[in-house]
Structure formats: C-alpha cells, structure tokens
C-alpha cells in the first residue's frame, strides 16, 4: 500500500508577508478546514507548518482528530538566518532568528525531523548549498508553490547526484484551492510510516507545479478576504471572537489613513488585466534570474561534479 502526504501546507496563522510598500496575509484558511479538504484530496497524512508558530498545527490537530482516515503531524516552518528550515513531529514552537545549526538542534531536541523546503529557490529565503554542511534529513524537490523552471529541478539534480536525503513532494499551500497539486508518496500508510521511509530514504516526490491560473486566484482570493476585514474594522463591526484571527489583529492595529491605502491599492490589483500583468512580469524576472544562476553556475560544473564524487567517497567511510 502506499501512502500519500502533504508535508509542508499553510493556515491563516503563517502571519503577513510583504511586497515593497504592501503587506498581504500568506494565507487566510482556517486550520479546520485545511484539514477537511485534506481529506478529501486523498491524503493520509497532513504537515501544518505555518511561518515561525504552532498555533495552526495545534488548531489542525483538535480538527484532524474528527476523522479516521488522517494523521495531523504538527510542524513549523522556520525563518533562521541561513534561510528556511522545516521541523516536523514537534511539540514546541521554535523561535525564529536562530542560526541553521541552532534551529536544526531545537528540532532534534523534539525528536522532529528536518526538512529543506524549496533549497535552491529563486524568491524566498533558502538554504541553497549550506544544505551540504547540515544536518538535514530530507529536501523538497518538488513543491507546488515554485513554478519556475529552476528551483524543483536544481534541487532533484542535487539530489540525484549526491543520494544524501530523503526526497519530498510539497504543495506549499498557502489557500485550499492550491492544496494537491504535490505531495509525497511511500510504502505504508499513516504518520509512523512516512517517518519511517523519510529516515530511510524511501519516499518519493510526485505532483507539478500549480497551475498559473491558480496562483492567479489564490492571490485575488487573499486580496478580497483582506478587504472584507479592512471594511468589518472600519465600520466597527468586528466580534468577539475575531479579535483571535491574525489577519484581524494585524488589520485592527493599522491607522484609519493606512486602512484606506490599502483598499485603494487592492482597487487597482483587482482591475481585470492587473493580475494577469502581474504574473506574466514574475514569469519574466523568473527567466532572468534563472540564466544570472545558470551563468554563475557554469564555471563551477567541474568542481561540482568533482566535490560530488569527494563527498560520495567520503560518505561510504
């Protein structure tokens, strides 16, 4: 039998990320009903790992426990000063700023696993080569987010040459409707098993990237969820029970002034052609950022391959 997991999606919780002078939510679903459209994509095993805090995997465990036919590993994705680390199979949130070694030891110390995620990417903090000193068990060689033509390839390539790590297959969803798109497989079925085949070695990364026009639609989607809040607070209609949702505590604390400016800001976003512009201008940075690394890359191809060999050698002693 084999099993399917996601191992590395988002809630609301992941907090706010930002584009120049515009800050947007990663992600506004609800841990409760992540959970449910977990199941019913199929997925044995689901990994919460929202940005620097636990307080979605805890809210997705209380959820997964209504079903049966899904195991909750509750993770956190990292932000260290070399870049991005996922632990999974934790208890404890584990603060952001540390250096790799220190976040990777506080992973050990749960007796949680360690993930690479997206390790050579072009546009959010990776690890990138320091994944050859670490102590990591597994990478991420394909995760769904990534959608240029380097970052999932590179980083099957390395993994190809160098047989050191687990290999994992990651929606990095940040809305439902981008869940799915990759995932995990391995022998077995539930979360003892797929931590047994990550620390042997025996899983494998399936899925592709997220189609454009969903990325396209996750980003309107956040965009109107975002305004919804904006109007709710300026029109003093926030509950009780909303003063708990990140999105709202962070929309509550902005000036009236600001408050404003980012309705006009997402008036324009959401003008039919906008987003559509938007991607295909991200498409090209893409490219371009993509032959700069080919181009750095190419004088060293030699020395690769011979420190591929030196660590190959090193690693049968």
Known sequence: MLGRADTHVHTKYSGFGSLGPLFFPESVSDPEDVVKHATKLGDDV????????????????????????????????INTTDGEIIGLWLNEEIPRGMTAEETIDAIRDQGGIVVAPHPFSLHVPALQDRIFELDIDAIET?????????????????????????????????????????????????????????????????????????????SIGVVMQADMQIIKSMLGLIRSHDAEDPMQCKIQALPTHKKILG???SFFYLLPPVPHVASIASGRWFSKRIKQKLIAEKPDTNS??????????????
Not at 47 to 64: E, Y
Not at 156 to 178: E, F, K, V
Not at 182 to 198: P, S, V
């Open 46 to 77: 689901l990994c919460i790992t929202d940005h620097n805090t636990m307080k979605g995997a805890f809210k997705a465990r209380d959820a997964a426990r209504a079903y049966d036919n899904l195991d909750l590993v509750m993770g956190e994705e």
């Open 142 to 218: 394909i995760n769904a987010g990534h959608i240029d033509s380097y970052s999932n390839s590179h980083a099957q390539r390395i993994a190809n040459m160098y047989g050191r790590w687990a290999t994992l297959g990651a929606s990095d969803a940040h809305s439902m409707p981008t869940m799915g798109h990759a995932w995990t497989e391995y022998r077995g079925l539930g979360e003892d098993d797929l931590r047994r085949c990550i620390l042997k070695k025996e899983c494998y990364a399936r899925g592709y990237c997220v189609p454009i026009d969903k990325a396209i639609d996750w």
């Open 263 to 265: 309705l006009i800001g």
């Open 304 to 317: 690769m391959d011979m420190k591929s060999t030196e660590r190959s050698v090193d690693d049968l002693r």
